[in-house]
């Protein structure tokens, strides 16, 4: 079982920055591949970002370049940096945990965390 908590949204002007944190507590943390995503009002979840175990990393073409996930293992933590926010990016943002066991993907989230960007 893996519970992982989201911060560090908030109201931020076009062009702006907001670093999101997503704690997990649980074992074996460095064995999930870890992920950002978000849901705008009235849209559906979408996917931003991931980092798998081995650290290689995926960017939805709407955040690349702007956006920047890592993980600390030692800390149980990952980050998502964004930079040059857009009012678009205004959303719910989600931590994701999963992983592949015996052919089988379990999927963690986290209660989420609210990114505005307007001015």
């Known amino acids: 079982q893996v519970q992982l908590v989201e911060s560090g949204g908030g109201l931020v002007q076009p062009g702006g920055s907001l670093r999101l944190s997503c704690a997990a507590s649980?074992?074996?943390?460095?064995?999930?591949?870890m992920g950002w995503y978000r849901q705008a009002p009235g849209k559906q979840r979408e996917w931003v970002a991931d980092?798998?175990?081995?650290?290689?990393?995926n960017y939805s073409d709407s955040v690349k370049g702007r956006f920047t996930i890592s993980r600390d293992n030692a800390e149980n933590t990952v980050y998502l940096q964004m930079n040059s926010l857009k009012p678009e990016d205004t959303a719910v943002y989600y931590c994701?945990?999963?992983?592949?066991?015996?052919?089988?993907?379990?999927?963690?989230w986290g209660q989420g965390t609210q990114v505005t960007v307007s001015s």
């Open positions: 649980g074992s074996m943390f460095s064995t999930y591949t």
């Open positions: 980092v798998y175990s081995g650290g290689n990393i």
């Open positions: 994701n945990a999963n992983r592949l066991d015996r052919g089988k993907v379990t999927n963690y």
